[in-house]
């Protein structure tokens, strides 16, 4: 049986009130494929399976449940249970709940900590949303430089539970300015004597100001497992982990991917989203989309006479601005992909334009040929001449116009992914239209 059908199975369990079956086949469960369990079924239904966990398993799903989750099962919740649960997050994955609750929630949750917890969890706090410090986290393990081996795995064997990795351990002098880092592999392998200073080698390193997915970009980029995050003076507050490094970025990938087919992101599975919830995320964007292809309408109004005079021009109206509107979201694709990698920043403008200038030219004088061949082998030569010029129009000014918008996005502050698809398609429908028709006019001589 596959995981799939057995998760069916499960999710029937809950919907036929068979609690005791549920329970003694949860029990039986890897903890990864509860959450995965947990995520397709409704609210109230999660609530029930959540409650039928022991409090050791059901303390290690709630850490791996997305935020969205975790909101909706503490609503549901005593405030003793909800101590719990909350007590038992890192203060990086507490404060990403927290933005999701109402402030009068997230206050009286922070009432429920010790002391040592609420002060971590108020470090990350103190930094403004979307920086790396807002998702570091504040427990760490830094060496002093001049310790020496065995002195820090001394420390280590003390604050080990405490700490959100080992692997990597900043290496810092007496004022904690961070001088590198070295790994938990080399301090084992090393004889206790040996000065951690000849262990230390260069850190890569981020300021906690720093905006959190190019953060997570480097991190994955450059294989680390964790990375120190400093303060404006260079001394070290947090660390960032590898694996926060993947869920920054699989967020954000999900919501370019959202945002490049006109929608909003959910931020939460699938499964679990309510369907009003989802009809909203497209709504606001399909409205627009509306609104603008009022722009194509208006066009073929002020044309009319010339659709009229040569009626075999609307025939390849779908097929121009279809053209016109793939050929603009594949470079507005490429190109946003390139922004979010790193290989292309907003100074390069005029490379990307001018590279998809030639990469437009290209493809329209392919397509160009084979529209004009195609049609006057059809119709009449002037009508496939038309077309392979529109073509060739059309591909340049869109794969241009696609190259820029990504750019000019994030130079105006905005998602580059908002100016992809949508906007994309739209503008070259309507502009791929007049040069169309301005084209037939003069080669038609109407």
Known sequence: MS??????????LVRHERLRDLREALDDLPVGEIVDFLERLGVQDRAVAFRLLPKDRAVEVFDLLDQALQHE???????????????SLDPDDRVRLMDEMPASVARKMMRHLDPRERSLT?????????????????????????????????????????????????????????????????????????????????????DADHDAEDAARLCADRKHLAMPVTDSEHRVVGIFTVDDALDILERAESEDAARHGGAEPLHRPYLSTPVLTIMRSRIVWLLVLAIGATLTVQVLDVFEETLEAVVVLALFVPLLIGTGGNTGNQAATTVTRAMALGDVTTRDVFKVFWREVRVGLTLGSVLGVLGFLLVSWRWEWHVGAVIGLTLLAICTLAASAGGLMPILGKKLGADPAVFANPFISTFVDATGLIVYFLIARAVLGI
């Open 3 to 12: 995981v799939s059908e057995r998760l069916d199975e499960l999710a029937d």
């Open 73 to 87: 099962i503490i609503e549901g919740l005593k405030d003793v249970d909800v101590a719990l649960y909350f007590d």
């Open 122 to 206: 108020n470090i990350v706090l103190g930094y403004p949303s979307g920086t790396i410090g807002r998702q570091m986290s504040p427990e760490f393990v830094a060496i002093p430089e001049h310790w020496s081996v065995g002195q820090a795995m001394e420390k280590i064997r003390r604050a080990g539970d405490e700490a959100e990795t080992l692997y990597t351990l900043p290496v810092v002098d007496r004022q904690r300015l961070l001088k590198g880092v070295v790994s938990l592999r080399d301090l084992v392998a090393a004889d206790a004597d040996v000065s951690i200073s000849s262990l230390t080698t260069e850190a890569d390193s981020v």
